[in-house]
């Protein structure tokens, strides 16, 4: 069963929480943007997750990333290792077309 809601704390103490339904939403919608799907990214949820983030796996033409997706809807590597520069240079096209696509401006 998947985890309904994740639940992280911001700069100042604040709770932001983050529905399942929610960051699946986004998560479609940004696979269907034209300029991602031109630049071969896509994310999927895992189904699983933490109390703080869940679980998703980046595909940028065939490489593979699994990540984690916040609350706050930055993201992080947890125990993932980019082992190449293809790889570096994957997670972090994607993440710049996300901040675009989301207007994520990091922690306030």
Same mark, same amino acid.
């Given at each position: 069963?998947?985890?309904?809601?994740?639940?992280?704390?911001?700069?100042?103490?604040?709770?932001?929480?983050?529905?399942?339904?929610?960051?699946? +939403? +986004?998560?479609?919608?940004?696979?269907?943007?034209?300029?991602?799907?031109?630049?071969?990214?896509?994310?999927?949820?895992?189904?699983?997750?933490?109390?703080?983030?869940?679980?998703?796996?980046?595909?940028?033409?065939?490489?593979?990333?699994?990540?984690?997706?916040?609350?706050?809807?930055?993201?992080?590597?947890?125990? +993932?290792?980019?082992?190449?520069?293809?790889?570096?240079?994957?997670?972090?096209?994607?993440?710049?077309?996300?901040?675009?696509? +989301?207007?994520?401006?990091?922690?306030?």
């Amino acid at each position: 069963m998947v985890q309904q809601y994740v639940r992280q704390h911001d700069g100042r103490g604040n709770s932001l929480c983050l529905y399942y339904q929610e960051i699946q +939403t +986004t998560v479609n919608r940004f696979n269907r943007d034209s300029v991602v799907s031109a630049n071969g990214i896509s994310i999927r949820l895992t189904g699983e997750a933490e109390s703080y983030a869940y679980h998703a796996v980046l595909n940028y033409n065939g490489i593979k990333i699994q990540f984690l997706i916040y609350a706050d809807l930055s993201w992080g590597l947890k125990d +993932t290792i980019l082992a190449s520069t293809e790889s570096e240079f994957a997670y972090f096209t994607a993440w710049n077309l996300w901040v675009k696509f +989301t207007g994520f401006r990091g922690a306030r």
